[in-house]
């Protein structure tokens, strides 16, 4: 293969792994969200150390420790219906200076606040769920943090018709790691008053 579909088979391995990841933790969360935190942990540590997809600078691979993440917390571990909203296009800004279109189609209310739920408005699409609160910027990267998007694989499931949101696997963009990654950052509907901490922490 060229160098160029070299890249493509390892984007489409990447996509796989972390489709199968998540496949792993939905089967195992609701019996033992601790064991199921724990293997998320060590899957993400080693596709970022060794996946040529990485976000990490191919440089910095060599030296990474593995992800800094809060220990599972089930305060912060919840399920909610979707509310309807109507369908509004937003440009969501991203780490770049440029925009993305998503579509916002719904919200879910938690005993944090509330967040909007957005579509990928582009072919294939994906549900795409951001957030950012009172640690970005300290603790957290301050872009936010994502706890859905299916565009990537990154889905916790349903449970009982409720959307599993569970802030322990809320994870950082590639371009908290790398700036050379563009990533759509949390708008201002998806910002919460309160400290999540729960999930990764900032590299």
């Given at each position: 293969m060229t160098a160029v579909a070299d890249d493509y088979a390892a984007l489409l391995d990447w996509r796989r792994r972390v489709a199968?990841?998540?496949?792993?933790?939905?089967?195992?969360?609701?019996?033992?969200?601790r064991a199921a935190h724990a293997r998320w942990r060590g899957r993400r540590d080693d596709l970022?150390?060794?996946?040529?997809?990485?976000?990490?600078?191919p440089a910095a691979r060599a030296g990474f420790g593995g992800l800094r993440v809060f220990d599972y917390d089930p305060r912060f571990a919840f399920t909610a219906v979707i509310q309807s909203l109507p369908e509004t296009r937003h440009d969501v800004e991203t780490s770049g200076g440029g925009v993305i279109p998503f579509v916002r189609f719904g919200a879910v209310d938690l005993p944090v606040g509330r967040l909007e739920l957005f579509w990928l408005d582009a072919y294939g699409g994906g549900v795409f769920l951001p957030f950012r609160d009172a640690t970005s910027g300290t603790t957290t990267y301050g872009g936010g943090r994502y706890v859905l998007d299916t565009a990537k694989g990154a889905d916790l499931g349903s449970r009982d018709?409720?959307?599993?949101?569970?802030?322990?696997?809320?994870?950082?963009?590639?371009?908290?790691y790398d700036?050379?990654?563009?990533?759509?950052?949390?708008p201002p509907a998806n910002?919460?008053?309160?400290?999540?901490e729960a999930g990764e922490r900032l590299p």
């Open positions: 199968d990841l998540y496949a792993d933790v939905r089967r195992q969360l609701a019996r033992d969200p970022l150390r060794t996946h040529p997809q990485s976000a990490i600078a018709g409720a959307l599993v949101v569970d802030f322990n696997f809320a994870y950082c963009p590639s371009c908290a700036p050379q990654w563009v990533c759509p950052l949390a910002r919460l008053a309160i400290a999540i």
